[in-house]
């Protein structure tokens, strides 16, 4: 009886310490993602950098501006993906370890 006890109980302090350990990561990633996020959001989705702003208050843009939009929509696209994967691979491993 004493060794089932003791078994049990040790099984019991190995899923405890498990647990611990899977919040602790889950929270690390969570600290990493919130850190990287805010210059993600001013750089890449800030209604300003993407020009969109004008576009929703009904105002009529040129070619030259469309195309203009276009290309810093590019540029942007091109500069912020880096980060966006980064970002994703985050969510992923929070997921994970949540799991």
Do not use: F, H
């Amino acid at each position: 009886m004493r060794t089932v006890a003791l078994s049990l109980l040790l099984l019991w302090t190995l899923a405890l310490a498990g647990c611990q350990n899977k919040a602790e990561k889950v929270k690390k990633l969570q600290d990493q993602y919130n850190a990287e996020y805010p210059a993600y959001a001013k750089d890449c989705i800030d209604p300003e950098t993407a020009g969109s702003s004008r576009m929703l208050t009904g105002e009529k843009l040129t070619k030259e501006e469309m195309d203009t939009l276009e290309a810093r929509k590019k540029e942007r696209d091109a500069r912020c993906k880096p980060q966006a994967d980064r970002l994703a691979q985050l969510q992923r491993e929070i997921l994970a370890a949540q799991q």
